[in-house]
């Protein structure tokens, strides 16, 4: 059974920095992408970045773009979201998802329907 546990949501001032961590267990990790996504209050859950198995290839949100950095570490089965610059509007649950990786990953990344599982959120709230 695959879990996925993010860790490292708080509070923070705006323009602080936060890192968000994503353990999984229960897959083969380095078969697997995986993506941030968050949803604030009152709104839809939207995508915010993702990163092939590989690490190769990252994707991000244009509201993360030069502010957020994904990573992984395939030793430790862990996915991080480095969130630096934050606004008040980042303000958020944020969840981990993970699906497995497909050739065709680059045209549906951003959609959650492709991603089988997920965490169970950590909330980011940035005071402003």
Same mark, same amino acid.
């Given at each position: $059974?695959?879990?996925?546990?993010?860790?490292?949501?708080?509070?923070?001032?705006?323009?602080?920095?936060?890192?968000?961590? @994503?353990? %999984?267990?229960?897959?083969?990790?380095?078969?697997? %992408?995986?993506?941030?996504?968050? $949803? %604030?209050?009152?709104?839809?859950? $939207?995508?915010?970045?993702?990163?092939? #198995?590989?690490?190769?290839?990252?994707?991000?949100? /244009?509201? %993360?773009?030069? !502010?957020?950095?994904?990573?992984? /570490?395939?030793?430790?089965?862990?996915?991080?979201?480095?969130?630096?610059?934050?606004?008040?509007? /980042? &303000?958020?649950?944020?969840? @981990?998802?993970?699906? !497995?990786?497909?050739?065709?990953?680059?045209?549906?990344?951003?959609?959650?329907?492709?991603?089988?599982?997920?965490?169970?959120? &950590?909330?980011?709230?940035? #005071? #402003?």
């Amino acid at each position: $059974q695959v879990e996925l546990v993010e860790s490292g949501g708080g509070l923070v001032q705006a323009g602080g920095s936060l890192r968000l961590s @994503c353990a %999984a267990s229960g897959q083969t990790f380095n078969k697997y %992408a995986m993506a941030w996504f968050r $949803q %604030a209050p009152g709104t839809q859950r $939207q995508f915010v970045a993702a990163i092939t #198995s590989s690490g190769t290839n990252k994707y991000y949100a /244009d509201s %993360a773009k030069g !502010r957020f950095t994904i990573s992984r /570490d395939n030793a430790k089965d862990t996915t991080f979201l480095q969130m630096d610059s934050l606004k008040f509007e /980042d &303000t958020a649950v944020y969840y @981990c998802a993970t699906g !497995r990786q497909t050739p065709d990953f680059y045209s549906y990344y951003r959609r959650e329907g492709p991603y089988e599982h997920w965490g169970q959120g &950590t909330l980011v709230t940035v #005071s #402003s």
